[in-house]
């Protein structure tokens, strides 16, 4: 029986890195950025890992205008407040947030196709 149980390949799970508890946004400070599929080619753009210290609505507010896009900030029980933009903002979001000084480079993730 243990043979047979060590030749049996494991599942490859892509959000492992992700979901793993020393990974998580509050242990190494990490800001992840996502993108959501909707609708065709309707897409939304996702923040979460910001320090709870910043003001969430002034950020969204900057970034609205920044980059011409509808967003709102979203109240989740597991990630806390999550910022959600229109369109794919992966990298707009990204560069804004390393120039404002909001967060480092090395802590950011960029997560999506």
Do not use: W
């Not at 149980?5 to 494991?10: G, K, R, V």
């Not at 011409?68 to 999550?82: A, H, K, M, R, W």
Request: glycine share 8%.
């Amino acid at each position: 029986m243990s043979e047979l149980d060590a030749q049996i390949p494991t599942t490859f799970d892509p959000f492992a890195e992700a979901n793993a508890e020393d990974s998580g946004a509050g242990s190494k400070e990490y800001v992840h950025i996502r993108i959501q599929q909707r609708n065709g080619r309707k897409s939304l753009t996702t923040v979460q890992g910001l320090k709870k210290e910043y003001s969430y609505n002034k950020i969204l507010k900057d970034l609205k205008k920044e980059f011409c896009c509808n967003g709102t900030v979203v109240q989740d029980p597991e990630l806390g407040q999550v910022i959600q933009l229109q369109g794919d903002q992966r990298k707009n979001v990204s560069t804004f947030l390393v120039q404002a000084g909001i967060v480092k480079k090395e802590h950011i993730k960029i997560h999506g196709f």
